[in-house]
């Protein structure tokens, strides 16, 4: 069973063999018996790739749960004796990896030696059920979906320009002054949210520049393109700190809501201290 489920993740025997260590005949071999033995076709097999037959699929599903938790009893059982081991794959974006978990790792590597990581530092949204990561860090709102979600922080953000740019084009005094500046958006923003002592303002802003990546908003705003809307530990960890002034500091936006995203509630010990460490570590700077 266990086998089969490596097979039905990689979509490849080849691919799942490298990973169990084993010879690709021998791990063929195995899954044919369980066909066999189970008296139904669970792969259709091809030259390029391999696809689950319908039985396959409700087989998969089953079959997949079991076999985690029969992993994970083995490691909660030796997690008696022993510090948490082994790879953790982590997906997360290239704003937070650098910011945030670059200051958490030291200290949590000191406190787990044995534990080795693989880091992907992608906007994409990892497939958890199909990919081997066993968690991924996302930040803002989440699309609707099966994953188990646990909300580990909520970062601040308020506005920056360099005083470059201030100089130019004046200072905001009030946040509707924000409509004729030029604002740092990311794809499809018309729209900021301003907050101050439970006043609410919605503002219509617009700008040159539209990108997905915050710190390259960063690095415009610092070059005096237009106004940021950032993390104030972000700013502070990086050289723009130098050249960037709070904007409108009475108000601050909305913080951000930050998610560790798992395919299961039943975690091994290396990624169940993961995420407690890193909530832990981020309550403790936003306090």
Same mark, same amino acid.
């Given at each position: 069973?266990?086998?089969?489920?490596?097979?039905?993740?990689?979509?490849?025997?080849?691919?799942?063999?490298? =990973?169990?260590?084993?010879?690709?005949? %021998?791990?063929?071999? @195995? /899954?044919?018996?369980?066909?066999?033995?189970?008296?139904?076709?669970?792969?259709?097999? %091809?030259?390029?790739?391999?696809?689950? %037959?319908?039985?396959?699929?409700?087989?998969?599903?089953?079959?997949?749960?079991? /076999?985690?938790?029969?992993?994970?009893?083995?490691?909660?059982?030796?997690?008696?004796?022993?510090?948490?081991?082994?790879?953790?794959?982590?997906?997360? &974006?290239?704003?937070?990896?650098?910011?945030?978990?670059?200051?958490?790792?030291?200290?949590?590597?000191?406190?787990?030696?044995?534990?080795?990581?693989?880091?992907?530092?992608?906007? @994409?949204?990892?497939?958890?059920?199909?990919?081997?990561?066993?968690?991924?860090?996302?930040?803002?709102?989440?699309?609707?979906?099966?994953?188990?979600?646990?909300?580990?922080?909520?970062? &601040?953000?308020?506005?920056?320009?360099?005083?470059?740019?201030?100089?130019?084009?004046?200072?905001?005094?009030?946040?509707?002054?924000?409509?004729?500046?030029?604002?740092?958006?990311?794809?499809?923003?018309?729209?900021? %949210?301003?907050?101050?002592?439970?006043?609410?303002?919605?503002?219509?802003?617009?700008? @040159?520049?539209?990108?997905?990546?915050?710190?390259?908003?960063?690095?415009?705003? =610092?070059?005096?393109?237009?106004?940021?809307?950032?993390?104030?530990?972000?700013?502070?960890?990086?050289?723009?700190?130098?050249?960037?002034?709070?904007?409108?500091?009475?108000?601050?936006? &909305? &913080?951000?809501?930050?998610?560790?995203? #798992?395919?299961?509630?039943?975690?091994?010990?290396? #990624?169940?201290?993961?995420?407690?460490?890193?909530?832990?570590?981020?309550?403790?700077?936003?306090?």
């Amino acid at each position: 069973m266990s086998l089969f489920v490596e097979v039905a993740r990689a979509r490849s025997f080849r691919r799942a063999a490298e =990973a169990l260590g084993m010879p690709s005949s %021998t791990l063929s071999r @195995r /899954v044919l018996a369980l066909e066999r033995a189970i008296g139904l076709r669970l792969l259709h097999r %091809t030259t390029r790739r391999i696809e689950l %037959t319908e039985a396959g699929q409700i087989y998969f599903e089953r079959s997949r749960r079991i /076999v985690e938790e029969a992993r994970l009893a083995h490691e909660q059982l030796g997690d008696l004796v022993s510090q948490p081991r082994g790879v953790l794959r982590v997906s997360l &974006p290239v704003d937070f990896a650098t910011v945030f978990l670059a200051r958490c790792l030291p200290a949590f590597c000191r406190r787990y030696p044995e534990i080795e990581f693989e880091l992907d530092l992608t906007p @994409r949204r990892v497939d958890l059920v199909a990919e081997p990561f066993d968690v991924a860090i996302r930040m803002g709102e989440l699309p609707d979906s099966h994953l188990v979600s646990r909300k580990i922080a909520e970062v &601040p953000r308020h506005l920056y320009a360099s005083p470059q740019y201030l100089d130019v084009h004046g200072e905001p005094r009030e946040p509707g002054d924000l409509s004729s500046h030029a604002c740092m958006l990311f794809p499809n923003e018309t729209r900021w %949210t301003l907050l101050r002592d439970g006043v609410r303002r919605e503002i219509p802003v617009a700008g @040159r520049f539209r990108l997905n990546n915050v710190g390259m908003m960063q690095r415009l705003a =610092a070059e005096g393109l237009g106004i940021a809307m950032l993390a104030q530990e972000a700013v502070q960890a990086a050289s723009a700190a130098q050249h960037l002034r709070r904007v409108l500091p009475d108000w601050q936006a &909305p &913080p951000i809501a930050v998610h560790a995203l #798992t395919e299961t509630r039943l975690l091994p010990a290396k #990624t169940q201290h993961f995420i407690e460490y890193l909530k832990k570590h981020l309550s403790q700077r936003a306090a």
